[in-house]
């Protein structure tokens, strides 16, 4: 079969076989968890709970606090701690967050509803807004948001994103495995609000047993398997959507503008556990792995389980382990303290060991960045631009349409931290333009 | 336990420039051995004292004069004096490399900040700048000599290929110099232009190393071949076969190793095919019409100049991008 793919991208050391043939554990509640009201893309959820309230498993603590915002649910049965600001490593500041000690076992608030099949669109879509079910792949936008384009934009297409193109992570693979029969049910809700009569699993064929799998499970024509090469940034939304129907989205645009809508397997899952199992998101599979720890393993842990506790079940970091991500080494964020709780979009905690010292050299315009950049940008010149603080040709030569996906950065010999400077660039063009784009 | 924080991405490949470098200096062996097979221990002298004299000038200027602290070899200079020894002629003396790379180190690269800030390829400029300063020097060709003991200068001098076209036609030319000799590097020339067949073993070692693109050598030669396949129809003895002249003068030796240099060529594929096409018109102009007999320096140092011009007109296509 022709491996459908994308122009530009890298291969980095896949390293899934740490984690990939670990069974998922269903983790017992833990003691204590730490629950941002920021734990989405979007405005802060209002807080309505009081410091001594008892809260049950699912229960609503946080209610949106914006049009693009999402309801946050209380992971376990207890009583609230108190509402305290943490350190939020997406922020980058203390944050709002609510404290729940544990008191007893999960008892459950479920979400109140009929059977999904008497359901409209528009109920269907309420309840995902109801159970809080944002962007699980990472970005985690609200996907009641995502879910309901204007009425203009015609939508054809739903397509899963089950690429997991970030080196290490294996958890959409282990669900897909797992946990086939959910991801079915949930791609047909979602085809039922969206209105479309096709859907696609895009799939890296590095993962050809879940792609096995599902095919055995497959009992709907509407429903097409896409067996993806893997290759890094596979999982991209927009180079994902132009390896399964070659529609480009515009610079600028979304999805919707090719009609299209993308979700990650993680999200469909949890909309079907919304929808048929009445349970709000309140935890998630996140895959433990990197050469750091003693055992690298997939887990379902409630969200607001500290990276600590979490690294316990990995049987701890080994003594020279170096940095701890959380996500994948690609994109995802380092910390310097473990006290900082997982939360919806926490994909994996990747634990590396000291690296080889890397000292930046000047660009040698070797061009490897310029054929890695899935986007056809030149990092290069937006690195020497953004250093420049030359902001407005930056933009001119596409900084706004880099998704930060890394891949020059991993190639360049010279080791140049474009992502970096790009990054600050995009923040310091939107700060000058006063957050207007 | 101290956690260290970096930004994405966590995860580096294992490339540098040096690995870049050594790959270079290796896919550069095959010819060296060939100079010093055509021309004696002499030609491996040269290569070798330009690779070690080069490293050592760059070592001063960045320590001493620019007062950089943390000065790690990345090898970018070795490259360059042995490619400035390759493009010398086999008799040149030892003092006229060492001026040679002063004026590529020191003042091609260095003072133009160092590696990757370059506009001009160094070794280029080293080269013209000797052609032009000391050009009865430069132009003392002998035949091959076929034995690694024999000192080069102990020979009759002979002329090059593309000299021997230029002043006594086509018919002279092919009976001194047979295709095969062309190709096999049995020729009079510079140390380490002659032998097509060991430049072009050198560069499929770079290619499969993925360290280069083969876009530049393709149209650089591509449009030599096609300009004099022209001028052959006009006047066969005074132009020279197409063969004859992608075979002779040091193409491929600036054509795989010299305009392929990444610091100073376009970044895009695009700007890269327009490069070699410009390399390759200047090339046969200066052939065909101007007093030097050979034209690839010049030609690669004229499109390097070029380089930010072309960079600016061919840019990649930005996904999903709409053309007002």
């Not at chain 1, 740490?18 to 959820?45: C, I, M, Q, R, W």
């Not at chain 1, 009583?79 to 008892?107: C, N, W």
Request: proline letters at 6%; one cysteine or more.
């Amino acid at each position: 079969m022709r491996l459908l793919t994308f122009k530009g991208g890298i291969h980095p050391p896949e390293k899934k076989e740490l984690a990939k043939e670990e069974k998922l554990h269903y983790l017992d509640p833990p003691e204590t968890v730490y629950v941002f009201l920021s734990n989405h893309a979007g405005a802060p959820a209002k807080c309505v709970v009081k410091e001594n309230d008892q809260v049950k498993t699912g229960q609503v603590i946080g209610e949106p606090g914006g049009f693009i915002s999402a309801y946050v649910h209380s992971p376990i049965t207890g009583f609230v701690k108190k509402i305290d600001k943490l350190y939020h490593p997406i922020q980058g500041r203390p944050m709002e967050a609510v404290v729940i000690q544990k008191t007893s076992h999960d008892e459950w608030q479920y979400l109140e509803h009929s059977d999904w099949e008497d359901l409209t669109k528009e109920k269907l879509l309420e309840i995902i807004k109801k159970a809080g079910i944002v962007g699980l792949g990472g970005a985690m936008f609200p996907t009641h948001v995502k879910l309901s384009p204007p009425p203009e934009k015609k939508i054809d297409t739903f397509i899963v994103n089950a690429a997991e193109c970030e080196p290490y992570l294996s958890v959409d693979h282990r669900l897909m495995l797992e946990r086939s029969q959910d991801l079915i049910l949930g791609i047909k809700i979602v085809m039922k609000i969206l209105q479309v009569q096709r859907a696609y699993i895009g799939i890296e064929s590095n993962k050809i047993d879940a792609y096995e799998q599902l095919k055995s499970v497959l009992n709907s024509d509407d429903i097409e398997l896409k067996l993806l090469r893997t290759k890094y940034p596979q999982g991209a939304e927009k180079q994902l959507i132009y390896a399964i129907n070659g529609r480009k989205v515009p610079v600028g645009g979304l999805p919707m503008d090719v009609g299209t809508v993308v979700q990650n397997v993680q999200t469909v899952i949890a909309i079907k556990e919304a929808v048929v199992d009445r349970k709000p998101l309140i935890q998630r599979g996140i895959t433990i792995s990197g050469e750091g720890v003693n055992k690298p393993i997939n887990v379902v842990a409630r969200i607001g389980t500290t990276v600590e506790e979490l690294l316990k079940y990995a049987q701890g970091m080994k003594e020279d382990a170096d940095r701890v991500i959380l996500g994948g080494p690609m994109t995802g964020i380092a910390i310097n303290r473990l006290d900082i709780p997982v939360m919806k979009g926490t994909s994996g905690i990747t634990v590396l060991l000291k690296e080889k010292e890397y000292i930046q050299k000047a660009c040698i315009r070797c061009t490897k960045c310029v054929s890695a950049c899935p986007v056809g940008l030149q990092p290069y010149l937006l690195y020497l631009l953004a250093n420049k603080r030359k902001y407005d040709d930056a933009v001119d030569e596409g900084l706004l349409s880099c998704i930060e996906c890394g891949s020059c950065a991993y190639v360049c010999p010279s080791k140049i931290e474009h992502v970096r400077a790009i990054k600050l660039a995009k923040k310091v063009y939107q700060a000058l333009r006063g957050g207007k784009k | 336990m101290k956690l260290t924080v970096k930004d994405a991405p966590h995860i580096r490949s294992e490339d540098s420039v040096r690995s870049i470098m050594i790959d270079v200096l290796i896919a550069l062996v095959p010819a060296v051995a060939g100079a010093a097979l055509f021309f004696g221990w002499y030609a491996l002298f040269l290569c070798l004292f330009g690779a070690f004299v080069a490293e050592m000038i760059e070592w001063f200027i960045v320590k001493f004069l620019r007062k950089q602290k943390d000065f790690v070899p990345d090898f970018s200079a070795a490259v360059t004096g042995v490619l400035l020894a390759m493009n010398l002629p086999p008799t040149a003396p030892w003092w006229l490399l060492l001026i040679g790379i002063l004026i590529a180190i020191g003042v091609a690269k260095q003072a133009f900040g160092g590696i990757g800030q370059n506009i001009f390829n160094p070794a280029l400029v080293g080269r013209v700048f000797l052609l032009i300063s000391f050009p009865t020097l430069m132009t003392r060709w002998i035949n091959p000599i076929l034995s690694f003991s024999k000192s080069p200068w102990d020979v009759l001098t002979s002329a090059t290929p593309l000299g021997v076209l230029k002043q006594q036609g086509l018919t002279q030319a092919l009976s001194n110099f047979s295709y095969a000799n062309l190709f096999f590097g049995n020729i009079g020339g510079c140390v380490g232009e002659t032998s097509v067949l060991l430049l072009i073993i050198g560069f499929v070692y770079l290619f499969y190393k993925r360290r280069v693109n083969p876009i530049i050598p393709l149209t650089y030669i591509g449009t030599v071949f096609l300009l004099s396949a022209l001028f052959y129809f006009i006047n066969a003895d005074k132009f020279g076969t197409p063969l004859f002249h992608i075979l002779s003068g040091g193409l491929f030796l600036g054509a795989l190793f010299m305009a392929t240099d990444m610091v100073t060529s376009p970044m895009t594929l695009k700007g890269q095919a327009v490069f070699g096409l410009g390399c390759g018109l200047v090339t046969m102009i200066i052939r065909y019409f101007a007093g030097y007999p050979e034209g690839v320096s010049l030609a690669i140092l004229l499109m390097n100049a070029l380089t930010p011009l072309i960079d600016r007109a061919f840019k990649p296509k930005i996904f999903g991008e709409v053309k007002p």
